[in-house]
């Protein structure tokens, strides 16, 4: 019982297995087999790959979608499309004339209300897509590429960053739009760690990302560099309006507390902060060192 | 046996592997993926005192390759290890009173602290010149560069907190990765990429930086030490080979008290061999006296015991791919 249920999606795997089972036995048991010459080969194989990709499709949706209602329309859509799929192909091997010469047409019911189905799944997927977008908002601009996501914050990663600041060079080319660049530090980072682990260290990264994110503005694009740095983009904005939203978001840092697995407060994080306005072209790496030059420059002043 | 070899379980799990290992497992892969083929299993590492051996470990960065684990693994693994070297060392470490000092006492604890790599000194009249060299056996280049980034990032960790006024600069032997943005977050210091071997320069003036906060009465004699650990294979026979410069396998085979038939065994076991190990000192000497010390060919085919000029410059080419006139340009 238990084991059933730490298996995802425990209900739509016996779905789609008690499906196919009963496909397959009620098939074999009404059905007659044709004689060799009667069996078209090439044919079968096809329809068999048909029907061998549709459960592919149908297993990495199980695999890699959470639970819910597109899920589950999806999987009941393509369990159904692999059942017609599954009967056309067992068609190749057996024979139902015996029983009624017209059914053997009704296989491609199942498939058609398969795609009903799967339309409103669709559907469902496209709402929720629009509302993950607007949650995303502030992690990307214009642009997805999930190889460029940092494992631990879920930010962007300096690559990411990197793409998007050449895309604000273009538009500053094009465009003469300034645009300015600011890096965050965590403050005795190392010491955080040293003290409550790499674990708790970890945690605090993701917290301090999602701070971050949540200070600045819906057109503004935050990415980890890396270790205990940040990296936020403010495009077509004036150093003062930067400097500004950067200064707010380290006096929101203060007021942010840590907590420990028994809920004890641990302490309140500090950021450093560098910020620069870009108004000519220059090099990704030119940008990334001036600002973490500025940031120990800032750092030593403090 | 005074040497750890590659199959020798005589380093400590707790220091690299398991924390290596929870890393991995924080990122979302089993850890029996990460040990498969190593023969280990995830709670033997736990166990108080577990040993591993540099196979193993290699191993594990081998199985780490099939995974998309995050370009920063290496540099919080040196973060993690700078905090438990802390914790075990620091008795010896955190009150020497300057960088000398702890110099000094990193190269007694080398084999505690880290004991991938064996440090070979060069000394000039303004700097220190440290290279890296593999000190148990040698490995595939992502492994080292692996190896490379973890103890950067432990060494770098450990400057910026302890001695943060100091200025080492670093060599690293392969290109720039694309990844460059790690290297300039954990590591404050000047790096330069795409070397001919690994280490780092210090400069004189440097020495008597004074470590924050050390107390050089409070500082912990190397007798309270039990037993320091053995040094690697390579280590133990480049520091036979630097004081023989001129020793053959028959005599560094007669030196480890084996036959020059085990010792090749041995060689190809550690993935070298007995001129490949005597190449890279004299290819590291001759380095250090063209660039550092402005020699000549003739000199440094003398001091390097070549009988002449022609053959030196052959065989400098077949050690780095260039010939020592490029390599003064460079």
């Not at chain 1, 559907?123 to 977008?133: D, G, I, R, S, V």
């Not at chain 1, 990704?284 to 030593?300: C, D, P, R």
Request: hydrophobic fraction near 40%.
């Amino acid at each position: 019982m238990n084991a059933s249920k730490n298996i995802k999606h425990s209900k739509l795997w016996l779905l789609l297995t008690v499906t196919v089972s009963i496909t397959i036995s009620t098939a074999i048991t009404v059905g007659q087999w044709k004689s060799q010459d009667q069996i078209e080969i090439l044919d079968a194989v096809g329809e068999g790959g048909l029907a061998i990709m549709s459960l592919i499709w149908l297993v990495a949706t199980l695999l890699s979608r959470p639970a819910g209602r597109v899920t589950t329309a999806l999987s009941c859509g393509l369990t159904l499309m692999h059942t017609s799929l599954l009967l056309d192909c067992l068609d190749e091997f057996l024979t139902f004339d015996h029983i009624h010469p017209t059914l053997s047409s009704l296989e491609a019911f199942p498939a058609f209300l398969g795609m009903i189905v799967m339309s409103f799944a669709m559907y469902w997927w496209y709402q929720e897509q629009t509302y993950l977008n607007l949650t995303l908002l502030k992690k990307e601009r214009h642009f997805r590429e999930h190889t460029f996501t940092d494992y631990v914050t879920g930010l962007y990663s300096a690559r990411y960053m990197e793409k998007q600041i050449n895309n604000e060079f273009g538009m500053l080319e094009s465009k003469d739009k300034p645009f300015c660049v600011a890096m965050f530090d965590l403050n005795a980072y190392s010491q955080f760690c040293f003290k409550y682990g790499i674990a708790k260290g970890e945690e605090l990264l993701r917290n301090t990302g999602q701070l971050i994110t949540l200070h600045t503005r819906g057109c503004d694009l935050t990415c980890r560099y890396a270790g205990d740095k940040f990296v936020v983009l403010f495009p077509d904005t004036s150093y003062k309006t930067a400097h500004t939203i950067t200064a707010r978001v380290c006096e929101a840092a203060k007021k942010h507390y840590q907590y420990d697995d028994d809920l004890t407060t641990i302490n309140a994080m500090t950021l450093s902060t560098a910020c620069i306005e870009i108004s000519s072209r220059t090099t990704n790496s030119g940008v990334f060192e001036q600002l973490i030059s500025l940031l120990q420059q800032n750092k030593q002043a403090a | 046996m005074p040497y750890i070899e590659i199959g020798h379980e005589a380093l400590s799990t707790n220091q690299l592997l398991l924390p290596l290992i929870e890393l991995v497992k924080q990122r979302g892969v089993h850890p029996d993926k990460a040990l498969k083929g190593t023969k280990l299993f995830y709670d033997d590492l736990k166990k108080q005192g577990h040993r591993s051996s540099f196979k193993q470990l290699v191993q594990v960065l081998q199985n780490m390759t099939h995974y998309h684990l995050g370009q920063d693994l290496s540099f919080v693994l040196g973060q993690h290890m700078l905090h438990n070297i802390s914790a075990q060392y620091a008795p010896y470490l955190f009150h020497c009173a300057n960088l000398k000092s702890v110099l000094v006492t990193c190269n007694q604890l080398q084999n505690c602290i880290f004991p991938y790599f064996n440090a070979r000194i060069f000394r000039k009249k303004q700097t220190l010149h440290f290279v890296l060299n593999p000190a148990i056996s040698q490995i595939q280049p992502f492994a080292n560069q692996f190896l490379l980034e973890v103890w950067l990032s432990m060494v770098c960790g450990f400057l910026k907190w302890r001695l943060p006024d100091t200025t080492i600069s670093f060599q690293l032997p392969f290109p720039e990765p694309e990844y460059a943005e790690q290297f300039r977050a954990f590591c404050h210091q000047p790096l330069t990429f795409s070397q001919h071997f690994a280490g780092f320069v210090v400069h004189h003036s440097m020495m008597n930086t004074q470590q924050h906060a050390a107390i050089e009465a409070l500082k912990a004699p190397f007798c309270q030490l039990q037993s320091l650990p053995r040094a690697g294979f390579l280590s133990h026979i480049e520091s036979y080979l630097i004081a023989h410069p001129k020793a053959s396998q028959d005599d560094l085979a007669n030196y480890l008290s084996i036959s020059t038939a085990t010792l090749k065994r041995k060689f190809a076991l550690h993935n070298c061999q007995f001129g490949c190990v005597k190449d890279r000192l004299l290819s590291q000497k001759a380095v250090f006296c063209i660039q550092q010390q402005g020699y000549s060919n003739a000199q440094v085919a003398k001091l390097l015991h070549f009988n002449d000029l022609p053959n030196f410059r052959r065989t400098f080419k077949r050690w780095l791919g260039i010939t020592p006139s490029e390599l003064r340009k460079v």
